[in-house]
């Protein structure tokens, strides 16, 4: 085999971690007999740009090209640089290269790619950094602080501005696609690729090995075992000046141990004086040689990697693990996956100095726990460097004997093309949201054309008639829905039609064990009922159900036969942008705070079984608040800790974030018939992981799927558990602070719009190959229940999905329409008083209207 090696710099030109991986895989290359080539970058202010030859390091051939000008993140050409494309594509031609392997291509461009892909080449893409995505490579901004996990579900302004990024990523993004694979360093960076929108079937994890000598066994370190820690806790820093490392992180969480003695800390490669107000215990030091680190790692007891940069990979983390020191790292990442936090170190949020001088103050209190830790060694397997290369070149293998380009899948060609989805939708606010607006974005994302239309909107016919799917959420039944259906089919009987529902709401046999309906009078409750009738009527007209909860998708099909798929409510992009904005303050000062948040009035026994066990907390704790919001009735036993009670109102889901932001643990109860909260979705955990709000929720199927109990939230089951989570929570600032962060980790990586578009994109064409199979549904018992509303414009209205003005978005002109002031009307009661009050205050308009 030819192989090459793209990297945009090579040794000796430029050493570091990253450029050390595709020297060693060359040489690798050719000590197993194949032809090794490499295309690196070099800088020489001397040289003139563009500038090339060739040398040779061993047995390798080694193609320089001079791309000095172009370092700077915010040059186009670190992204996109023609001029170095066409030397490639030259060089390409004489090489004519069986395998192609990019590294980092910063000033060389992400076109190299597709040039090595039409050069016939098999092309791997190996991601050591995320420069694909980050023009900054590591996923933090300008002001040292971490940026979003999900590029398109932050708000950073990189090196120029969020459009700019935008923009630059959109040129990268096909040059990427022309990657038969991408290689990740470690698992957790995989993930984040993959929610980025690269292809699940295109990732895998490659780790770097390590070129030293390792552990005899997992578990044993190499050096340093038993030590012991009567002494001052040695704590040392190996990366430098550099703010992305975090040193400023480190020295102001140094600053917070005041006083303390019992501790050192060594700063490797930072110069310059240290601040007085530690006390001496700190002191610089130069950079160790690579020869020296043996010596260095033995005269110390923890390693602290406070870096705020997301770091792929980290063969510091592991060299120390493997010389018997305990580690303290951020959570970047790479490093995670090496220390197991609480057994051989600790992980704590990035860029948070309280928490990471928390995290040193353990060493120093709990003495019996660090003697432990200190020399715990490395608990998961470490990969050497051998094992690596023997692995990728197995990979080469296999993409060379794939010939030029794969077979065609068989299977893949037939599939239904899903390129137009039409959302028609019967209700406004957060359901809207979660249930049209989030799956169409997603759909985008993956360059599926979608709108979104009102059930009433004569627009929606046309919208119909011209998609590939027809996703009816929440819609009630009228002539003209079921009409619209018929037309559908007789237009083109391939096309399935699906219905969302995200709550118990289509089974009339449920009648008497529904909460929240209590309330309601007769005439009420049986308006409320024939809506229900009218919804299960729409839905048995579908050919799949879509639900938000395992359950909901259990009982769909058990009452109608429908085949059900779950689309769970995951991340949009505005939320998230907005709960980053949030991140980006600390919390408001004061006391620790427990909060619940209710968006309608049916929430008030879900409270009413958890205030004991906050009463029990704030009785023992007298600086504890509790912040309640939205719509609830708490009981009269409240009145004993009333001052510290304070009561919020209901607030627009964009503002949202600034509120969970200020809370210190969030409650997400439920009570009443167990088949209804088992088919209520996990918003309220979702919604407070984006802003690092730890969640206390009761053990529903939903939160036991998205919460794992003490990493990101707690689950009780009873009011013991509720006690134990919430004093764990309150008083532990390093646990409050990771829950968090892992809380917000998985939400963005497990449902962040690049992965829902692609869960709900597999579900429609699941329902279109059903459809194509079988043909459209038909054949119900259900006895139809429908209304006749004609199609009318004025009558239509969907609510925007879009962070308000301030000012009014209605235009002047239309201000004065009833029709949309009661569509305004109609949703403020809908978020004040719920699904019942507005059922409610429609009868009574009803009656009034019959009367006069």
Request: proline fraction near 6%; aromatic fraction near 6%; charged fraction near 25%.
């Amino acid at each position: 085999m030819r192989v090459v090696q793209v990297s945009a710099h090579f040794p000796p030109n430029f050493v570091s971690g990253g450029t050390l991986v595709p020297q060693r895989v060359a040489r690798a290359v050719a000590a197993a007999g194949h032809e090794s080539y490499v295309y690196a970058g070099h800088l020489d202010d001397a040289l003139a740009p563009l500038t090339t030859w060739t040398d040779h390091d061993g047995d390798v051939s080694v193609r320089w090209v001079v791309t000095t000008p172009w370092t700077g993140w915010s040059d186009p050409r670190n992204s996109h640089n023609p001029a170095v494309e066409q030397d490639f594509r030259a060089w390409l031609h004489e090489v004519r290269p069986d395998v192609v392997h990019v590294h980092s291509l910063q000033t060389l461009g992400g076109s190299l790619v597709t040039a090595a892909r039409e050069a016939g080449a098999r092309v791997v893409v190996t991601m050591h950094d995320f420069w694909w995505f980050c023009a900054r490579q590591f996923l933090v901004d300008r002001d040292m602080r971490p940026c979003s996990l999900v590029v398109d579900c932050g708000s950073c302004a990189c090196e120029v501005d969020h459009d700019w990024l935008a923009r630059r990523n959109a040129v990268l993004a096909p040059a990427l696609e022309a990657a038969h694979l991408v290689l990740a360093p470690s698992a957790s960076a995989a993930r984040v690729l993959v929610a980025n929108g690269v292809p699940a079937e295109k990732v895998e994890v490659d780790e770097n090995g390590l070129t030293r000598p390792l552990p005899d066994a997992v578990g044993t370190p190499a050096g340093g075992a038993g030590r012991s820690l009567d002494g001052p806790v040695r704590f040392m820093f190996a990366g430098g000046q550099d703010p992305m490392k975090g040193i400023d992180v480190l020295l102001d969480a140094a600053r917070r141990l005041g006083d303390r003695d019992g501790w050192l800390l060594d700063l490797y490669g930072v110069s310059g004086g240290v601040d007085g107000a530690l006390g001496g215990r700190a002191r610089t030091r130069p950079a160790y040689a690579p020869d020296e680190l043996d010596a260095v790692l033995s005269e110390h007891d923890v390693l602290v990697l406070p870096s705020v940069m997301r770091e792929s990979h980290s063969i510091l983390t592991r060299e120390a693990l493997g010389a018997g020191l305990a580690v303290v790292c951020t959570d970047t990442l790479g490093p995670e996956e090496a220390v197991v936090h609480g057994e051989n170190g600790l992980v704590v949020p990035a860029g948070d100095a309280e928490a990471l001088a928390g995290a040193m103050v353990r060493f120093l209190d709990d003495r019996e726990w660090a003697s432990r830790t200190v020399g715990r060694g490395a608990i998961v397997p470490v990969r050497d460097f051998e094992d690596q290369a023997r692995g990728l070149l197995a990979t080469y293998e296999r993409l060379h004997a794939a010939g030029s380009e794969p077979a065609a899948d068989a299977a893949g060609t037939d599939r239904p093309r899903i390129e137009r989805v039409a959302f028609v939708v019967g209700i406004q606010g957060a359901p809207l949201r979660y249930r049209a607006h989030l799956p169409a974005e997603a759909l985008r994302l993956r360059g599926v054309e979608t709108t979104v239309h009102h059930y009433r909107d004569p627009a929606a016919r046309d919208a119909a008639l011209g998609a590939d799917a027809v996703v009816l959420y929440r819609v009630p039944a009228t002539r003209q829905i079921l009409d619209l259906v018929a037309e559908v089919r007789a237009h083109d009987a391939t096309v399935p039609v699906l219905y969302d529902v995200d709550d118990l709401i289509f089974d009339p046999e449920l009648r008497g064990q529904v909460d929240g309906l209590a309330g309601l009078g007769d005439a009420e409750l049986e308006l409320w009922w024939r809506g229900v009738a009218r919804y299960r009527t729409t839905m048995e007209q579908a050919d799949m159900f879509i639900g938000s909860t395992t359950e909901l998708c259990r009982h769909a099909t058990a009452v109608t036969g429908l085949p059900a798929r779950q689309f769970a409510n995951g991340v949009g992009t505005l939320l998230a942008r907005a709960s980053e904005r949030a991140l980006g303050r600390p919390r408001k000062g004061g006391p620790l705070r427990i909060g619940y948040f209710s968006g309608t009035t049916t929430h008030d026994a879900d409270w009413a079984s958890v205030e004991p066990a906050v009463l029990e907390v704030m009785h023992a704790r007298p600086d504890v608040e509790l912040w309640l919001g939205g719509h609830l009735k708490p009981t009269a036993a409240l009145e004993a800790v009333a001052p510290r009670v304070r009561r919020l109102p209901f607030v627009p889901w964009h503002e949202l974030p600034e509120v969970l932001r200020d809370v210190d643990v969030c409650l997400a109860p439920l009570t009443g018939n167990g088949r209804f909260n088992e088919a209520k979705s996990a918003i309220k955990w979702l919604e407070a992981a984006l802003v690092e709000t730890p969640v206390v929720a009761s053990p529903t199927e939903p939160f036991r799927e998205a919460v794992e109990q003490g990493r990101t939230g707690f689950l009780a089951a009873g009011h013991e558990d509720w006690v134990g989570a919430l004093d764990a929570l309150l008083d532990d600032v390093v646990l409050r602070r990771r829950v968090g962060s892992l809380a917000r980790r998985e939400a963005l990586l497990r449902w962040s719009p690049h992965l829902q578009g692609q869960v709900y994109l597999d579900n429609l064409h699941a329902a279109a190959a059903i459809v194509r199979a079988e043909g459209p549904r038909s054949g119900s018992t259900w006895e139809p229940v429908f209304d006749d509303e004609p199609w009318s414009a004025a009558d239509a209205f969907v609510e925007a999905y879009e962070v308000p003005a301030r000012r009014s978005r209605v235009p002047a002109a239309l201000r004065s329409n009833g029709l949309v002031r009661g569509a305004a009307a109609a949703r403020r009661v809908y978020r004040r008083d719920g699904a019942a009050g507005l059922v409610r205050k429609v009868v009574r308009r009803a009656a009034k209207r019959r009367a006069s």
